[in-house]
């Protein structure tokens, strides 16, 4: 059966079945129809997120494919769960324009997902429209004060950055112009959009603790400068309240269910290869908060949604994840190890163990964050035991635990060993993790720690823009904010063509970005596509609705 097919089959349990698993009385649960809820922000409780137990999924370099964390993390969630200890799964939320793109949803695979996937694919309960809407709203009032002739601020519309965002693939927005028309219909100046999933509202939703911190982040976005070269933020615009009041129910996290009829978090959903990656502090807090055990995942490899996650959001949120689940494919390592794309179902067990390089040197960053791992191979119907054999005899030599996990196929019973050892991990680790980089060091320093120590690149070129935008940070006082770098997912290094483990080369940092409400800066490196397009043949073309309201298509 499609993914689709098993979800349709599955019973669904009210809600309120859910939130009493939790201990959240019925009445606190803010509903959205009977399959899913937000949550309150009140029982989130400090101390109960201090003593129990996060998890982190991550992985190797992925395939074009994607190697399945979030299947593995709901599957490690249902399996820790079967063995006695009450765990909560919480994940980010699907974006819509990859959804109905190239990559399809992110609600897991086979007997291993959260349902309604329907639901949660689309629009779920609107968190992602209410991202969109504050930030062109934000947008509006920006063009708006250009456009006034009296009490304007005087900015200079060539330096504002702010786009507009739209939650779907949509190449011919990428660049436009705006206010075309006459006098009356704005000042005509170069913009563009963004996909929502990599607005700034959705990194500063993402970070934020409360609706206090959420509006003062807000507050703190940087817009551009003035005539005479002052700053402009979006609390001279007097934006932040109207914002914060957009955001006042996106920023309670969802709650919904696994197949299995266990509780699970969806809260927000930012870019890893730009953005942090990770769903949202109060998600992660509110499942410690209301289970023993917290599995959550980080987009992409270890080098990007792993490093932002400690880096950024960990110690944003005083967060210490007690041991790390990396996910390997054995089509991923037999694709590091120089096959093609076209030929990753043949048995090669050589390609595997050439493609172990990039395993092996995830592990080696996971070892200078001071964390204990469990490689988990996401098992495919196509290996054959003597490729899954490489990569157990590599971990062996590595001293790190290795296991099968058949979730796709088995849901939870076919990850007990895994969870088992993951728990004993976690359970022995007492130590929080050590940074890559300290907030003291320089902004030169923190990317050259990263590009060194997670890439393995041998240094850091910055162009002449970049340098310009150093002198920047510095003349606005920002420099003690953690960099969040923009990099390509598909390779080590900042060459997407580069796969396995790159040796001998350098990170160039064409320019560096400011996002002052998300808290962070971000580094860009490569060619980043912040709206991508539709491919050839879209997932869209075979999503259909029939006359009793039954979507089929996604996956």
Known sequence: MTDQEIAAKAELKPITEMASKLGVAADDLEQYGRFKAKLPLHYINEEAVSKNKLIL???????PAGEGKTTVSIGLSEAMNKVGKQTTVVLREPSMGPVFGI??????????????????????????????????????????DLQRKS??????PRTVSWKRVLDMNDRALRHTIVGLGGLGMGVPRESGFDITAASEIMAILCLSKDLKDLKER?????????????????????AAGAMAALLKDAIKPNLVQTLEGNPAIIHGGPFANIAQGTNTVIATKMGLSLSDFVVTEAGFGMDLGAEKFLDIKCQSAGLSPAAVVVVATIRALKYHGGVSLKELNAPD???????????????????????????????FTQDVPEEIAAVQAFCSEQEVPCFEAEVWGKGGSGAEELAKAVIATAEANTVPFKPMYERSDTVEQKIEKVARSVYGADGVQFTARALKDLKKIDELGIGQLPVCIAKTQKSLSDDPS?????????????????????????????????????????????IDIDENGVITGLF
């Open 57 to 63: 999924v991550t992985a190797i370099s992925p395939t």
């Open 103 to 144: 990559k399809g949803g992110a609600t897991g695979g086979g007997y291993s997902q959260v349902i309604p996937m329907e639901e949660i694919n689309l629009h779920f309960t609107g968190d992602f429209a209410a991202i969109e809407k504050a930030h062109n709203l934000l947008a509006a009032m920006i063009d708006n």
């Open 151 to 156: 009490g304007q601020l005087n900015i200079d």
């Open 218 to 238: 807000l507050g703190n976005i940087f817009v551009g400068y003035t005539f005479d070269k002052q700053p402009i933020y979006a609390r001279d615009l007097k």
């Open 349 to 379: 067990a050589d390609a595997v163990k050439r493609g172990l390089v990039n395993l092996e040197k995830h592990l080696e960053t996971l070892k200078a964050f001071g964390l204990p791992g469990v490689v988990a191979i996401n098992r």
């Open 498 to 542: 580069k796969t396995g483990r790159p040796r001998g080369f350098q990170i160039t940092v064409r320019e560096i970005e400011v996002a002052v409400g998300a808290g962070f800066l971000v580094p860009l490196t490569g060619d980043m596509m912040r709206m991508p397009g539709l491919p050839a043949k879209p997932s869209a073309e075979g």
